[in-house]
């Protein structure tokens, strides 16, 4: 069974850099042909998709956040990270990692992790 799992603060300050993990369990994100996706939600709107890291390491981002935004991985823990810079109360969202096909996509298809509250604010 394919778990993805969350973690990182739920409170950032605006300016400071929001970080979160993304910890996989039952795969292995090098495997082709799956790609590990970020998609946020704020409060009261859709779902956004943030960027991807494809099994090979390539990476796509949302243009809309791509001077703010970069994607990693450590294949050794089987994680991989969101890192997003220069956070406003713009960027208080419910967070989620997810498993699909799709390179972008805001369907609730493949696996999603259970998602992660994290509010900016002084």
């Known amino acids: 069974q394919v778990q993805l799992v969350e973690s990182g603060p739920d409170l950032v300050e605006p300016s400071q850099t929001l970080s979160l993990t993304c910890s996989v369990s039952?795969?292995?994100?090098?495997?082709?042909?799956?790609?590990w996706i970020w998609i946020r939600q704020p409060p009261g709107k859709e779902l956004e998709w943030m960027g991807a890291i494809g099994y090979s390491g390539t990476t796509w981002y949302n243009p809309s956040l791509k001077s703010r935004i970069s994607i990693s991985r450590d294949t050794s823990k089987n994680h991989f990270t969101l890192q997003l810079s220069s956070v406003t109360p713009e960027d208080t969202a419910v967070y989620y990692c997810?498993?699909?096909?799709?390179?972008?996509?805001?369907?609730?298809?493949?696996?999603w992790g259970p998602g992660i509250q994290v509010t900016v604010s002084s």
């Open positions: 039952g795969a292995s994100i090098t495997t082709d042909p799956y790609n």
């Open positions: 997810v498993r699909n096909r799709l390179i972008v996509t805001t369907q609730r298809t493949g696996y």
